[in-house]
Every structure is written in structure tokens, then in C-alpha cells.
């Protein structure tokens, strides 16, 4: 059996993967997959806590929720970048200036 403890250092070096790929790259969809890499990674980390205590699933309840929310940013960050390259023909974030005036 393995411990709650590596299952949440492993946790802990996808969200910190996840937070250097978000403030790195310059690509939309890069960082829109290291979003993801961060919330699975909280997925993970509440899988484990839930492990640890199995009286309830509310850590197994948790993490279905955040799956059905990542769902939802996806369809919404995809279509963000889909208007955003249909009008500056790149989706580059430091191109993404249309809010400016």
C-alpha cells in the first residue's frame, strides 16, 4: 500500500509543473494545459486526503466536481482561442490585447 505522503508530494510537483508552465509560455493553449495540469493535481491531492480518511467520499466528491468545472474552462478557454486566432491569426497572450483601447 502506498502512503498518502507520496501521493501528495506527487501533487504537489504537478501543481508547481503547472504554475512555471503558466508563467512561462506565451502560448494560450499552453497555458490553458498547465491550468489543467494544476487542477488535476488538486484532483489529486483531495483523492488522497480521501484515501487517508475513509469514513466519507467527500474528497472523491470534490474532485468530481473539479472535473465537471475543468470541463466547463475548457469549453470556454477553446473558445476564447478559437475568436482570438480568428481575429489576430495567433494565439500568442502577449497578442491578446483587444480589451485595450
Do not use: C, W
Amino acid at each position: 500500500m502506498i502512503p498518502v505522503d507520496y501521493y501528495i508530494a506527487l501533487s504537489a510537483v504537478l501543481f508547481t509543473i503547472g504554475g512555471v508552465g503558466f508563467l512561462v509560455r506565451r502560448n494560450v493553449l499552453s497555458t490553458l494545459l498547465s491550468i489543467e495540469l494544476m487542477l488535476n493535481a488538486v484532483n489529486v491531492a483531495f483523492v488522497a486526503f480521501n484515501r487517508a480518511a475513509t469514513a466519507n467520499h467527500t474528497g472523491q466528491l470534490f474532485a468530481f466536481f473539479l472535473i465537471a468545472a475543468e470541463a466547463a474552462e475548457v469549453a470556454v478557454g477553446l473558445a476564447i482561442v478559437i475568436s482570438l486566432f480568428r481575429l489576430k491569426r495567433s494565439v500568442r497572450t502577449d497578442e491578446a490585447d483587444l480589451l485595450r483601447n
